[in-house]
């Protein structure tokens, strides 16, 4: 908590720095190549075992096989998440997170804890450059109600209203993650779960709001945002 | 006796040859394409090791089944044998059949090498991160049931799946004005080294 202050602050100062060096590329093949320069001009930190374009490129296409095609999200076993379009911080922190165990998931403990910081930082801003449409899998019947508690929270179960930190638009800020076009189930299945999968940085804020809604409302919050391009 | 009536029913069927585009798949001829099914595919549809390994059905996803019946059609999946088998076939009879294959459950037929199992299961459930390797487990599910267009690997044929996970790109996703979900294995099938395919194959051919 007590360097919870000073972890937004460099964060963001590495996102804003990071997204300076990208003129909103859409493609894949242009991240990448904004990517290369990026690692080759040592602006990641760690020169020497900044990681090759290719390896870049191999390590997404790995990252691909689960989380769909421009990591727009895919129905595994679970509901395995959007990456697309996230936020730079947030990714990092999860990753991390991942490794240390704070955050409970075997097959992403395995994926993390072989990762470089230079890599973690190449794919989460290759990731966040990316913008495929939305599966858009919630029930259609559910979005108006979602969007009300989106926007509005729900004051009598003292639950704040998401935009305030995720944005009017869902996409997330630094540490906060983007919540546009993520799956309907993984969204469910994360508000469901929240404490006894999540102990990393910033995830207490959270907690006090996915124990205070119902699961209708997760259910009709989920839907709203699975829609949001 | 009841069982013997409807192995009669089955058979009079499969003698009066019911057509198999019929609109309705009734009973009887579901119970005679079965019987033809496993023919090849094993008497309970838990493989059978032909002059080629033959896969076991038994306990497979419905959706994955009716979506490989459709691709032998579509040339998506290149295996003369089961376009003859499948393009014969009637939307009604591939869901039957389908629905049916997912109902059985004999055990697995095992036979592959039982000192590949342990390395197996650490591919299976952590994948090789090293290598770019995604765990199996993410898809098809720690128990290696599947979901959905997500195959079952649990007692599937040692064999097959070796021989599948070496072909991958030779055999699936054949039609290119065709795209399918067969190219999500490509990258792992082409990742994985020959000795990592047979610890793999070993594992999930033992899983109930």
Redesign the interface.
Known sequence: MRSRGQNCVSASHQSISLRSNFAHPTRLGVALAALIALVSGGAAGAANDAPTGQEVQAKLTYCEVCHGVSAQGFLGFSPIPRLAGQQVAYIRNQLQGFSEKKRANNIMFNVGHVLSPAMITALANSLHDLNPKPLGNGPKDLVDAGKQIYEQGVPSANVLPCATCHGADAKGSDQFPRLAGQLYAYVILQLTNWSKERAEHNSDIMAPIARGLTDAQIKAVAAYVSYLE | MRLHGGLHIALLALLLAAPAHAENASRGSVQAKLSYCKDCHGASAQGFRGYFPIPRLAGQQTEYLENQLRAFIEHRRTNNIMFNVAHTLSPAMVSALAESFHALNPPPIGGAPRGLVEEGRKIF???V??D????C??????DAT???E?PRLAGQLYPYLVKELTNWGKERGQNPSQPDTSA??S??AH?LSKSQIEAVAAYVSYLK
Do not use: L
């Open positions: 459930e952590d994948g991160p090293d770019n390797i995604a765990a487990a993410a898809c098809h599910g720690p599947g979901t959905g997500i999500i294995m990258p792992v990742s």
